[in-house]
């Protein structure tokens, strides 16, 4: 069973940028897909991204598309979200998530999740 940290988050204005990291505590890490959500008080949890294991695919949220990149690093078990661009309704807390079932936009499919990081975007 993986264990998920995300930290990097914070106050940042608006149409400035963030980096979210996500280190995993197993070295199995580098056989799940990642993903990356969010959810702002009171509204459901948001695909943001994701990556395959093979990191030969991505998915975005169309929000977020031209904006944030998914990036890991396999020899530490590691996953970036660098945000860039960042908008005032993007507040939320961003949470990392892994899952061997495939890739996809859908938070059922992730079955590993870690506690979140506040990401603060202010107008």
């Known amino acids: 069973q993986v264990q998920l940290v995300e930290s990097g988050g914070g106050l940042v204005q608006a149409g400035g940028s963030l980096t979210l990291s996500c280190a995993a505590s197993?070295?199995?890490?580098?056989?799940?897909?990642v993903a990356w959500f969010r959810q702002a008080p009171g509204m459901e949890r948001e695909f943001v991204a994701a990556e395959h294991w093979s990191g030969g695919s991505t998915l975005y949220g169309d929000s977020v598309k031209g904006r944030f990149t998914i990036s890991r690093d396999n020899a530490k078990n590691t996953v970036q979200l660098q945000m860039n661009s960042l908008k005032p309704e993007e507040s939320a807390v961003y949470y990392c998530?892994?899952?061997?079932?495939?890739?996809?936009?859908?938070?059922?499919?992730?079955?590993?999740w870690g506690r979140g990081t506040q990401v603060t975007v202010s107008s």
């Open positions: 197993d070295r199995t890490f580098v056989t799940y897909s």
């Open positions: 998530a892994a899952t061997r079932r495939g890739l996809g936009d859908k938070d059922f499919l992730y079955d590993y």
